[in-house]
């Protein structure tokens, strides 16, 4: 598939394994970017390896490609009058831990194209060609629950309706669950004192998460985060107390939160 997108007329082609440098340059090497993906990319040779699992395996000319389906693959998404800058990828991929005949699909976007309506535009065609090309039942999207409430709004406003939860183990495995855990550990000794709530709460939550699923225990999450801190913010009583009720809030809402985009659905849309 190559296309223009509606709203922004950017250019999506199908990914070659040429591409990996600015993927791992504006995706995988960009914390705020990677932030909600599950890769430990806290240094320049974990950026480079989560863009040869994705580049390696669904690029068109990927090494471990050998015969993908028409409808699924890795699509890079380009700035055709600008200079023909990278924008964003976007997935399409059988995943584990999913229902027969269904795919996930993901993306991500380059910092400088945030706001774009990228997403919505991408998720569209692709869908479009998922089920045009294929007998695939559903489509499936899945989210951090509570760490991104807009990426929860554009599904729902692109007509993926709330599904079944996906658990990180069963669709990971515990090794990708641990380098997450590795990834916000290391998020949070970063942090600086003027500007660390965001970041702490993300961090917090997700490995509530973690330990939802039996990764560590509730108490050893919040004992290892604080840990990681900076010291000034370590021994503050408001941090530790901020820590502890996000991580409450990671371990009553649990990842995989799903989105489903059925055949049916996505005729009914087209239809009216």
């Known amino acids: 598939m190559e296309a223009s997108l509606h709203r922004s007329g950017f250019l999506i082609r199908p990914s070659l394994a040429e591409d990996r440098l600015e993927v791992a340059e504006h995706i995988f090497g960009d ?27 669904l690029a068109a000319d990927g090494k471990n490609n050998s015969g993908n389906p028409v409808y699924t693959g890795l699509w890079t998404i380009r700035d055709a009058a600008n200079d023909n800058q990278f924008v964003g990828i976007r997935g399409v991929f059988v995943a584990p831990g999913l ?9 991500a976007i380059a910092r400088a194209y945030w706001g774009n ?17 294929s007998d695939v039942e559903a ?13 929860d709004a554009v599904q729902r406003r692109l007509g993926f309706v709330p599904a079944e939860r996906h658990t990180l183990r069963d669709t ?18 970063r942090l ?12 917090s939550i997700r490995i509530g998460q973690l330990a939802a699923e039996d990764l560590l225990e509730p108490e050893t999450a919040v004992a290892q985060l604080i840990s990681a801190l900076p010291e000034a913010l ?36 087209k239809g009216s």
Request: net charge negative; with cysteine.
């Open 139 to 151: 489509i499936y999207t899945r989210v951090w629950p509570k760490l991104n409430p807009a990426s």
């Open 172 to 189: 990971f495995g515990e090794q990708r669950m641990l380098e997450v855990l590795d990834f916000d550990l290391w998020r949070a000794s």
């Open 99 to 107: 229902p027969k005949n269904s795919v996930a699909t993901f993306v």
């Open 31 to 57: 914390v705020e970017v990677a932030k909600t993906l599950v890769h430990n990319v806290s240094s320049p040779e974990g950026a480079l390896a989560a863009t040869d699992a994705w580049i390696d395996n």
């Open 234 to 269: 370590s021994r503050s009583e408001d941090v530790q107390a901020q820590v502890v009720d996000d991580l409450r809030l990671g371990l009553l809402n649990p990842a995989w939160a799903s989105y489903r985009m059925s055949r049916d659905a996505w005729g009914m849309m």
């Open 117 to 133: 309506g990228v997403s919505g535009d991408s998720s569209i065609l692709l869908c479009q060609q998922v089920f045009e090309k």
């Open 192 to 203: 600086q004192n003027d500007e660390f709530n965001e970041t702490l709460r993300q961090c």
